[in-house]
């Protein structure tokens, strides 16, 4: 089996990739998805985020890089295993911008010096949107207290790919169907 390390490399190697070759390193990605397992033992507790590369157009792939690489306020999520549900963690220094996006949401809360949390989802295991034949943990964000304005459209699914190492792709409901938005992971603090 390939240690969490090699798996790591792969990732990331494969996100490098994209900025070269989009259409290969997005094949990597997803390749590296569908050796992924249904995480265990079930996720519980704070996570570490990273956005690896959107999966959007070559155009706004760029752009994203771009924006993303100076600025991004996500930093991972929690997740409480015996609830089956969980929110994002981001830093205080995207507030402002949440506030005029999603003017009327009330759900932000502190989550420590410099970050809060924010978007609940609730989690639920089954078949992959895209890998049918993959069990994931699906995060599903389509929850009342979501702000309406694209977060409620928005279906994460989670991979494990190595110890306390998780492959996530995130779903985005547009124009009547599913598609790949963005590939990201999480580590175990």
Same mark, same amino acid.
């Given at each position: 089996?390939?240690?969490?390390?090699?798996?790591?490399?792969?990732?990331?190697?494969?996100?490098?990739?994209? *900025?070269?070759?989009?259409?290969?390193?997005? /094949?990597?990605?997803? /390749?590296? $998805?569908?050796?992924?397992?249904?995480?265990?033992?079930?996720?519980?507790?704070?996570?570490?985020?990273?956005?690896?590369?959107?999966?959007?157009?070559?155009?706004?792939? /760029?752009?994203?890089? &771009?924006? $993303?690489?100076?600025?991004?306020?996500? *930093?991972?999520?929690?997740?409480?295993?015996? &609830?089956?549900?969980?929110?994002?963690?981001?830093?205080?220094?995207?507030?402002?911008?949440?506030?005029?996006?999603? !003017?009327?949401?009330?759900?932000?809360?502190?989550?420590? !010096?410099?970050?809060?949390?924010?978007?609940?989802?609730?989690?639920?295991?089954?078949?992959?949107?895209?890998?049918?034949?993959?069990?994931?943990? *699906?995060?599903?964000?389509?929850?009342?207290?979501?702000?309406?304005?694209?977060?409620?459209?928005?279906?994460?699914?989670?991979?494990?790919?190595?110890?306390?190492?998780?492959?996530?792709?995130?779903?985005?409901?547009?124009?009547?169907?599913?598609?790949?938005? &963005?590939?990201?992971?999480?580590?175990?603090?």
């Amino acid at each position: 089996m390939i240690t969490t390390q090699d798996l790591r490399a792969d990732v990331l190697q494969a996100a490098q990739l994209v *900025k070269r070759d989009r259409k290969a390193g997005l /094949a990597c990605l997803n /390749a590296l $998805f569908n050796q992924g397992t249904l995480p265990s033992p079930a996720l519980n507790g704070h996570y570490q985020g990273a956005l690896l590369t959107t999966s959007v157009n070559p155009f706004m792939d /760029a752009l994203s890089r &771009a924006l $993303f690489g100076l600025w991004l306020p996500w *930093k991972g999520k929690t997740l409480d295993a015996a &609830a089956q549900s969980g929110d994002n963690i981001f830093t205080n220094d995207g507030l402002w911008l949440s506030r005029l996006v999603f !003017p009327g949401y009330k759900g932000t809360i502190p989550d420590g !010096p410099g970050r809060s949390r924010a978007l609940v989802f609730r989690t639920t295991l089954g078949a992959g949107k895209d890998d049918p034949g993959l069990r994931v943990l *699906k995060i599903d964000y389509d929850l009342e207290a979501n702000p309406s304005f694209v977060v409620r459209d928005v279906l994460d699914e989670l991979v494990q790919v190595g110890d306390g190492y998780y492959l996530g792709k995130a779903h985005l409901h547009w124009q009547g169907r599913w598609r790949c938005a &963005a590939y990201f992971t999480l580590a175990s603090l």
